[in-house]
């Protein structure tokens, strides 16, 4: 396992720093601490680092089900896929179930919705170390979108995915995620950018490729939690727990 800790002079990242010092003399664990670079940083930093087949993708404040590895390798390999995430559990912070997140399953499906929304939740994949190899790591000029970016290059590239259609994260929902937080209008933006890219350069214009993108714009208007029920109009399921 990796773990890529990027630092700072607060009092609870020194405590973190700490214990995972005191972890790492476990053989089967490796910290990298550095110095904050942003996300698709540490991603690359973490895959540069990572010597097996498989790579598997886990942010520090959700929870990976106890069989997940186990579940996706064995799913992956059956299916002859290449990437693959899973469903997920909407936890709060104080690890209240607030629901289901249940993006599409096959790779039908995902191609075909792939322009209207991110169709993975980046903390559920698994991927082959191989298709880094052929198309390269995470792209550092779209971060915040740079798993969306990669799924596009994934694609277009002829890999197979898919999602397990079963929760194995616990997903965590904060007021500063990343497409809820106050910044969501920045993402949004930056989410645009991919699909312009995938547009002029990776091949996507289809017919609904070309309507998903023309339409993106309004969603620089469109708040977070709306943004949620259009996606459940379209593909990308949420059920709240009752």
Do not use: C
């Amino acid at each position: 396992m990796i773990v890529i800790f990027e630092k700072s002079n607060s009092d609870l990242d020194k405590d973190i720093e700490s214990v995972l010092k005191e972890k790492s003399k476990d053989s089967r664990l490796k910290v990298v601490l550095q110095q904050k670079k942003g996300i698709a940083n540490s991603l690359n930093e973490g895959i540069n680092e990572a010597s097996g087949e498989l790579i598997a993708r886990m942010d520090a404040d959700d929870i990976s089900e106890k069989n997940r590895f186990e579940e996706q390798e064995k799913f992956l390999r059956e299916n002859n896929l290449d990437l693959i995430g899973s469903w997920a559990t909407s936890i709060s912070e104080n690890n209240e179930i607030l629901g289901t997140i249940e993006p599409p399953t096959k790779n039908s499906e995902i191609r075909k919705k792939i322009m209207f929304h991110n169709p993975f939740l980046h903390p559920s994949i698994m991927f082959r170390k191989k298709i880094i190899e052929k198309i390269g790591t995470y792209n550092t000029s779209f971060n915040g979108a740079e798993d969306y970016d990669l799924y596009f290059r994934v694609i277009s590239n002829g890999f197979k995915v898919g999602n397990i259609p079963k929760p194995l994260i616990r997903l965590r929902e904060t007021t500063d995620s990343v497409m809820r937080g106050k910044n969501w209008r920045k993402n949004r933006k930056i989410n645009f950018q991919v699909k312009k890219n995938a547009v002029k350069n990776l091949g996507f214009n289809s017919t609904y490729d070309l309507i998903y993108f023309l339409i993106t714009p309004l969603t620089f208007f469109v708040s977070p939690k709306n943004a949620f029920v259009l996606k459940n109009k379209i593909g990308y399921n949420r059920i709240n727990q009752k």
